[in-house]
């Protein structure tokens, strides 16, 4: 998000969350559940913030999306907004 000069400060919870998806194995992604649940808990993350961030710790297993990316894969409409639920977002995403 540097290219927009916008940062959102993570927690050392979040932080740890993110730690913790390093050596997930590609195919394992769904294992990072509550680490996607954090990320979104956090002020000014949503998930193509939170996709961006797992893929920067882990580029085999992770996947980034956005409504650009989401579209170009499956030729519709990006189904979400800011106030969709967390369970809503996680679900689309590993669907994705």
Known sequence: MWKV?????LSPKALEALNSVVDL???????????IRVL??????DLAMA?????FRN??????IDRHAYRAVT???Y????????EKKIELYFHY
């Open 40 to 45: 979104l808990g956090e002020r000014g993350v």
């Open 75 to 77: 030729g519709t409409d």
């Open 51 to 55: 996709s961006t961030l797992l893929r």
């Open 5 to 9: 000069n916008r940062y959102a400060p």
């Open 59 to 64: 580029p085999r297993t992770f996947q980034i």
């Open 79 to 86: 189904p979400l907004y800011s106030g969709s639920k967390d």
């Open 25 to 35: 194995e590609p195919g394992s992604h769904e294992s990072a559940r509550d680490a």
